[in-house]
């Protein structure tokens, strides 16, 4: 069903009837597009747009009655500590819900391994850096958090970034030109595309994880810009479609057109290669990859990123990029906490094991049930539902479930792609594995969503 918003926001008392709830949630679908935002919706509620804040109160107001209502679930706040089950509030009570929307695939942030190195920095150096790497918020422990990165990822240097999308969006900010070429790849995370669209190039986009596509894009360039430096940027696993890179191909294609390549191993680190290295690592390509990037938001259970690649680019890196320059090194506490997080990453592989256990029982079972699963080889479940108009109300059927995910609307994903991203814990437990997927079986039945056939 293509459901259409309103012209206006239905009522903002808890909706009634079930068309209420159709109404309300085909609106938070749409709001969630700038484009329907900025025109649609201003132009019916008459924002006056000489005053740079009225679009902001109409987007507010509509935020606000999608809460009230408790069809919007974004930014609850979470009860308890981070796990594979949490405490939250949703209908005026406290709940315990199966958490499937965090990507600490490891645990790692609630090891007390972890812990034990962070309460130890805290006393010895204390909370923040105090100033920018290049100023003086570098210490010996920075130097060895980026020293072990580089050895580990198989490249000459590493410096750390303040946060993941910085270290994937900087070298594209710092070593692209006007005149060059940006070459992404049409699943990318925002700060690839933030990376390409504000290095002022010409941005070229190939279909998703398509080698053909993407030398067909690499000739036209060349063709046509035969002196142009091109990046292309890809990610190492794309968890909302649940495949991993074709590697050996991308590589291959880039070396031919004389293309810089650089991979954001984001959700891979942790999840793929022998010792949880990425994608770069299971296919042993480190020499051949120009720069490897990574956040230490997802497995490593913490925050913060960095780049990987020959020493040169990584000391133009420190100087040219605003990010590191202009913005405060990673707290030394945090670092202590990535170096034992990694630490443990590379040398306990039963962490990484359970993981992929619980991930193919879930993505098994889903299969099992009929549900679309779009891939398997990422530490999500993706299951797509392809029907924007019911993703907000399969949620709240799922958090009365005791379930928590968010449900992924255009343009996260493209249009009539909505999916749910299942992120898979190591330490998700069989019976709530079971039952997440016996109530999707339920709903899935309940919105009438197509049953694929399967073998399994
Ligand atoms: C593919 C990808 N790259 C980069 C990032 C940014 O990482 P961070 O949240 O650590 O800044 C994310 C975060 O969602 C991501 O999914």
């Given at each position: 069903?293509?459901?259409?918003?309103?012209?206006?926001?239905?009522?903002?008392?808890v909706?009634?009837?079930?068309?209420?709830?159709?109404?309300?949630?085909?609106?938070?679908?749409?709001?969630?597009?700038?484009?329907?935002?900025?025109?649609?919706?201003?132009?019916?509620?008459?924002?006056?747009?000489?005053?740079?804040?009225?679009?902001?109160?109409?987007?507010?107001?509509?935020?606000?009655?999608?809460?009230?209502?408790?069809?919007?679930?974004?930014?609850?706040?979470?009860?308890?500590?981070?796990?594979?089950?949490?405490?939250?509030?949703?209908?005026?009570?406290?709940?315990?819900?199966?958490?499937?929307?965090?990507?600490?695939?490891l645990?790692?942030?609630?090891?007390?391994?972890?812990?034990?190195?962070?309460?130890?920095?805290?006393?010895?150096?204390?909370?923040g850096?105090?100033?920018?790497?290049?100023?003086?918020?570098?210490?010996?422990?920075?130097?060895?958090?980026?020293?072990?990165?580089?050895?580990?990822?198989?490249?000459?240097?590493?410096?750390?970034?303040?946060?993941?999308?910085?270290?994937?969006?900087?070298?594209?900010?710092?070593?692209?030109?006007?005149?060059?070429?940006?070459?992404?790849?049409?699943?990318?995370?925002?700060?690839?595309?933030?990376?390409?669209?504000?290095?002022?190039?010409?941005?070229?986009?190939?279909?998703?994880?398509?080698?053909?596509?993407?030398?067909?894009?690499?000739?036209?360039?060349?063709?046509?810009?035969?002196?142009?430096?091109?990046?292309?940027?890809?990610?190492?696993?794309?968890?909302?479609?649940?495949?991993?890179?074709?590697?050996?191909?991308?590589?291959?294609?880039?070396?031919?057109?004389?293309?810089?390549?650089?991979?954001?191993?984001?959700?891979?680190?942790?999840?793929?290669?022998?010792?949880?290295?990425?994608?770069?690592?299971?296919?042993?390509?480190?020499?051949?990859?120009?720069?490897?990037?990574?956040?230490?938001?997802?497995?490593?259970?913490?925050?913060?990123?960095?780049?990987?690649?020959?020493?040169?680019?990584?000391?133009?890196?420190?100087?040219?990029?605003?990010?590191?320059?202009?913005?405060?090194?990673?707290?030394?506490?945090?670092?202590?906490?990535?170096?034992?997080?990694?630490?443990?990453?590379?040398?306990?592989?039963?962490?990484?094991?359970?993981?992929?256990?619980?991930?193919n029982?879930?993505?098994?079972?889903?299969?099992?049930?009929?549900?679309?699963?779009?891939?398997?080889?990422t530490?999500?479940?993706?299951?797509?539902?392809?029907?924007?108009?019911?993703?907000f109300?399969?949620?709240?059927?799922?958090?009365?479930?005791?379930?928590?995910?968010?449900?992924?609307?255009?343009?996260?994903?493209?249009?009539d792609?909505?999916?749910?991203?299942?992120?898979?814990?190591?330490?998700?437990?069989?019976?709530?594995?079971?039952?997440?997927?016996?109530?999707?079986?339920r709903?899935?039945?309940?919105?009438r969503?197509?049953?694929?056939?399967?073998?399994?």
């Open positions: 069903m293509d459901l259409q918003p309103t012209e206006t926001l239905p009522g903002s008392t909706p009634k009837t079930h068309e209420e709830v159709e109404q309300l949630s085909a609106y938070a679908v749409a709001i969630s597009n700038r484009d329907y935002l900025l025109n649609q919706h201003c132009a019916s509620t008459q924002v006056d747009h000489s005053d740079l804040f009225g679009k902001a109160r109409a987007y507010s107001n509509v935020i606000h009655t999608l809460r009230k209502t408790g069809v919007m679930q974004y930014g609850v706040p979470i009860e308890s500590k981070p796990g594979p089950t949490v405490t939250m509030e949703f209908f005026g009570e406290k709940r315990t819900m199966i958490m499937f929307a965090s990507n600490d695939y645990n790692l942030s609630t090891d007390p391994r972890v812990h034990a190195a962070i309460d130890k920095t805290v006393r010895e150096y204390g909370v850096a105090g100033s920018s790497r290049v100023g003086t918020g570098f210490s010996y422990l920075h130097k060895e958090l980026e020293e072990k990165l580089a050895a580990s990822f198989g490249k000459e240097a590493a410096i750390l970034f303040p946060t993941g999308f910085d270290a994937v969006a900087a070298p594209a900010m710092t070593l692209i030109r006007p005149e060059d070429r940006a070459v992404i790849d049409g699943s990318s995370h925002a700060c690839i595309l933030e990376g390409a669209h504000l290095s002022g190039a010409t941005v070229r986009v190939f279909a998703h994880n398509n080698p053909e596509r993407l030398e067909d894009t690499l000739r036209r360039s060349r063709e046509k810009f035969p002196q142009s430096g091109i990046l292309v940027m890809i990610e190492g696993a794309y968890s909302m479609d649940g495949d991993v890179a074709k590697l050996p191909e991308i590589v291959a294609i880039c070396k031919k057109y004389n293309a810089r390549l650089l991979v954001d191993e984001a959700h891979s680190i942790g999840v793929h290669g022998k010792q949880g290295h990425g994608v770069v690592e299971h296919f042993g390509l480190a020499s051949e990859v120009d720069l490897i990037a990574g956040t230490f938001s997802k497995s490593l259970g913490a925050t913060g990123g960095f780049v990987a690649a020959d020493r040169d680019i990584i000391t133009y890196l420190n100087f040219m990029s605003r990010k590191i320059m202009f913005s405060a090194a990673l707290p030394p506490i945090l670092v202590a906490g990535v170096s034992a997080a990694l630490e443990i990453m590379e040398s306990d592989s039963s962490l990484r094991e359970r993981l992929w256990e619980n991930v029982y879930l993505a098994r079972g889903m299969k099992q049930i009929g549900a679309n699963v779009l891939g398997t080889d530490a999500s479940v993706p299951v797509l539902i392809a029907n924007d108009g019911v993703m109300k399969f949620t709240q059927d799922l958090i009365q479930e005791g379930i928590f995910t968010f449900p992924a609307v255009y343009p996260t994903v493209p249009k792609r909505s999916t749910f991203r299942l992120a898979v814990q190591s330490q998700h437990k069989r019976e709530d594995l079971d039952h997440t997927i016996e109530v999707f079986s709903l899935l039945k309940k919105y969503i197509a049953s694929i056939p399967t073998n399994h």
